[in-house]
Each structure stands twice: as C-alpha cells, then as structure tokens.
C-alpha cells in the first residue's frame, strides 16, 4: 500500500488516480511473476547442479568436492564439511542418502550427484565460483554462451531473486545489491540497449535469466509467461521497473508469432511509486 501513498502531500493521502483495483492488480502482477520466476531459477538450479556434478566429476572422480585443491584457496571447504556431517546420516529426509550411509563406510559422504540435491542455489553459486578447475568453470560458461567473468555474478543475482520470491517478498520494485556484470563486447552483447540497462533492476535479472534458459531449453516458456503477464497488466509503467524503451524489440524477448502484440513501456503507462 505505501506504494501509492503521496509523501509529498496530506499525510495518509493516496496519489491522485489510486483505486483499489490498481492495488489488487499489482499485488496480483507481482504473485504471478514471483511464480515464473521461481520456475525459471528452478530449471537454472537443477542444470548448473547438473553440470558442475558431471563435468567434475568425469574428471576428477565422483567425490571430486571433498579434495579441498579442487576449490580456490578462499573457497569454505570447512563449512561444506560440516554441512555434510549435518545433513548425511541414516535420518536423512532422503532416501538415496539413508542407503548410501548404511551400506558405505567410506568415502565419509555420498557421490557428487547425491550431494547436490542437499546444496541450496545460493551454496551452489558459491561452489562454481570458486571451483579450481579453470577448464571445468569455461566449459560450463560455454555451455550457457556466458563469458567466465559473468556466470557467477548471474548466478549469485538469481539466487537473491529466488530467496525473495521463496520469503514472498515484493518483486516489482526490486533492485538487487549484486549486479549481474553484462557484456562489453560489442559481439558479446546479448541486448541492443545495454548502454542503458539499470544492472540493478528487475529487467536487467529477467533478461540475464531468459538468456541462460534459452540455451538450457529453446522451447522452455518463461519468455512466453512472462510477456503474456506483462500483456494482461498494461497499464503498469514497466520502466520504474527497468525495463528499457524498446526492449519488446530485443531479439532476447521477441516471440514466434509475430501478429500477437505485448505491452510497450511508455509514458502514457500508469506510474507506480517506489
């Protein structure tokens, strides 16, 4: 509600033109998208898990991540440790993790692939970036068409997205303290204005997020869902929000039918206070 409040005038005054529907409408604009993009990380999560688990461990055996030389030097191998002591034991809430404690002795800890359905996306992002592996951490860049320097900026911004909508918490106003690092290269650029993309907005999250979904799965529909939301609330002002004026012709965003038309960010849009 303080969204729409007139700071500037009488004091529990709502900005001139509030109604209660523009209320609920944001407030359902916002739970939607929480969803889509709770989905979207979610496809993100479970394909970094996937990579960082096979590429290690093809080259450097199933339980690559209890060698602490296979992490940087400020990588917290101690408190990866005894986050598996913690979690891994025959009470485990899962089952693959209940049979390998009884049937094994050693290795300590179960394979790689067992551990990461443990490891949260924030533990996760904090593993790839500190992997030792320089050839592991390219190859994995590569298979998102991400440069090495940007991956784990991406990665970290996700996860304090995905917390967000985990808590409930506000998306629409959103600006996110770690900055995913974009392009320089001109050849490199996967947006037409990214001169003036707000890397801390919410725009900069979702197109950073659908750039890395497409190449997990072309056909995945977090573009789709996201454009036929951003259609069924046209009045909002998606610039207080980032997005940029001519981001509907972002080939990131455009769609395979080209006669169905989404919302275009413009003055005339209904400004939301933040």
Known sequence: MRHFKDYNGREGRFLEGTDFKHIIDLYSFDRDLRDIIFDGIEMIEVAVKSLISDRMSCKHGPHWYLNSSNFTSSYDSAGLESFLKE?????SDYHFIRGYMREFTTPEFPPSWMIMELLTFGK????????GDPEVRNDICH???????LLPSWLHAFT?????????????????????VMPIRQNKRFLNEAEIVDNASL??????????ISKIDPDARFKERLLNLIAKFPDFDYRQMGFTPEWQKEDLFLISNPSQQYYSPTPGGRELLS
């Open 87 to 91: 979690n891994c034991n025959q009470q």
């Open 124 to 131: 996760i992002s904090l593993m790839f970036e500190h992997l």
């Open 143 to 149: 298979y998102f068409g991400s440069a090495k320097n």
């Open 203 to 212: 725009y900069c999250i979702l197109a950073c997020m659908q750039f890395v």
């Open 160 to 180: 304090f997205i995905r917390n967000k909508c985990a808590h409930h918490s506000k998306l629409v106003f959103t600006t996110t303290p770690i900055r995913p």
